[in-house]
């Protein structure tokens, strides 16, 4: 099954290299769950990030997010029940 992830980011904001290292915690996280994971340039402040088209996380309703809650969120979707081992944290 293909499990994609992107990451739609502000250039305008200079938030490439905050997307990028999400994207490296993703990857990390979940190598062997992911297929492909993109980086999508955008205007406006934006920074989404969506797993198969579906938004999971949008700065502007949430803030900036922290990795972990990122990870829960793509864990939901990618590998439901997979422990995130000790950075989970609690819910």
């Known amino acids: ?43 406006g402040g934006v920074f989404v990030v969506r797993v198969n088209d579906e938004i999971v996380w949008d700065r502007r309703e949430h803030g900036f997010p922290e990795p972990t809650a990122v990870k829960r969120a793509v864990r939901d979707r990618v590998a439901p029940g997979r422990s995130l081992g000790h950075s989970e944290g609690s819910p």
Do not use: D, H, N
Request: charged residues 20%.
């Open 1 to 43: 099954m293909t499990q994609r992830v992107q990451i739609e980011y502000c250039t305008q904001c200079r938030w490439l290299p905050r997307a990028a290292w999400l994207a490296q915690e993703l990857l990390t996280t979940f190598e062997t769950e992911l297929t492909e994971l993109s980086l999508k340039p955008g205007t």
